[in-house]
């Protein structure tokens, strides 16, 4: 038993040890020496407890570790397991990375795609989007990030083409008019070649082709109340009113604003840079396809198409495994 500048240690090479640990290690050290030590350095092992802060049973697992370990077993020891019986297999992971890579899309949507794929392929195990989030995470695919949840009132028209909104957007400098119907959500889109007043209107007469009763776009200098062009639109397509939003309330286009958030995201991720106008269209309608007949909405609790028509192409899937190309990773 040595005594060093007023602490009790059972060896004398446990000062050097000792000297580059944290502080509970030491804590926990002297702890044990003076349980091991003798009168007059020797504590009950209640007070040695009360030492470092825990119980008697914690102090005696402590003490066997030390007994058996030295200081390397006072220090804290991993929970993780050893085994990890659940962990998913190496295959389902690939699977989940390659069609993030193809599509870009989030974990929701990829749990659907290759859900859609087991259930064709007979299997009844299905991917739940926490899992592929945690996948993409561990594949550096995504971030984790804190989404604050913000309630906003909730207002829906009460049946198609009631409300259309549309609005004007680019994409790598290529204008593209995109409508959206506020009842079930049904998306139509078309890049331009540029963004004059008659080109925008000639692109929303391509959208949609018959008339809806009422027509809500923001207030730029297409759809002006002084701009003749939209006037004339109006009058051949909308039967009730043009609805101008509020000047700074972006939440009136709220949902054809995350329509467009998540087509360019699309967009970027399969055309990086380019500003090919066929290529552009070619994507968008892939997406569409998609999104009005593939891609379940939490809101309305069903797909755009079917709330729409009544009725959604079931080939949805196909086309779209085809269009990524992933025959090789998902089941047709």
């Keep these: ?6 602490e009790v ?27 091991l030590a003798k009168k007059p350095f020797k504590i009950s092992r209640k007070e040695a407890a009360q030492l470092i802060g825990r119980g008697l049973r914690q102090l005696y697992r402590i003490l066997r570790r030390f007994l058996n ?18 962990k ?3 295959a389902v992971e690939k699977k989940i990375v390659s069609v993030r890579k193809s599509s870009g899309f989030g974990p929701r949507l990829i749990a659907d795609i290759i859900n859609e794929s087991n259930r064709r392929e007979g299997r009844s195990k299905k991917i ?32 198609p083409n009631r409300l259309i909104q549309a609005d004007l957007t680019k994409f790598n400098g290529v204008s593209i008019i995109s409508m959206e119907d ?21 692109g929303m007469k391509k959208l949609i082709k018959e008339k809806y009763d009422n027509l809500l776009t923001d207030n730029g200098s297409q759809f002006s109340r002084k701009n003749s062009e939209i006037r004339k639109y109006c009058e051949e397509f909308v039967q009730e009113k043009h609805i101008w939003s509020s000047i700074h309330h972006p939440q009136t286009l709220g949902k054809l604003s995350a329509y467009q958030k998540g087509l360019k995201c699309f967009l970027r991720h399969m055309l ?5 106008l066929c290529k552009i269209n070619h994507w968008i309608k892939v997406y569409n ?20 028509n009544g009725k959604r192409d079931n080939n949805w899937y196909e086309k779209i495994v085809k269009a990524f190309k992933l025959e090789d990773v998902l089941t047709i």
């Design 69 to 86: 370990e030295g200081v390397s077993g006072l220090r804290f020891k991993s929970k993780r397991p050893k085994t990890s019986p659940n």
């Design 128 to 159: 739940y989007p926490s899992l592929a989030y945690n996948v993409l995470v561990r594949n550096g695919e995504i971030e984790r990030e804190k989404r604050l949840q913000r309630k906003w009132k909730f207002f829906e028209w009460s049946r």
């Design 9 to 35: 240690y059972i060896d004398k090479a446990h000062i050097d040890v000792l000297r580059d640990e944290k502080e509970y290690v030491k804590r926990r050290y002297q702890a044990v020496a003076r349980t």
């Design 289 to 308: 396809h998609w999104y009005n007949n593939g891609k379940y909405h939490t809101g309305i609790k069903t797909y755009p198409e079917e709330k729409y």
């Design 88 to 90: 998913i297999p190496e």
């Design 1 to 6: 038993m040595i005594v060093c500048r007023g």
């Design 182 to 202: 506020d009842h079930s959500r049904k998306g139509w889109a078309l890049a331009l070649p540029n963004a004059n007043d008659e080109t925008v209107i000639r």
């Design 272 to 276: 990086k840079d380019s500003r090919d």
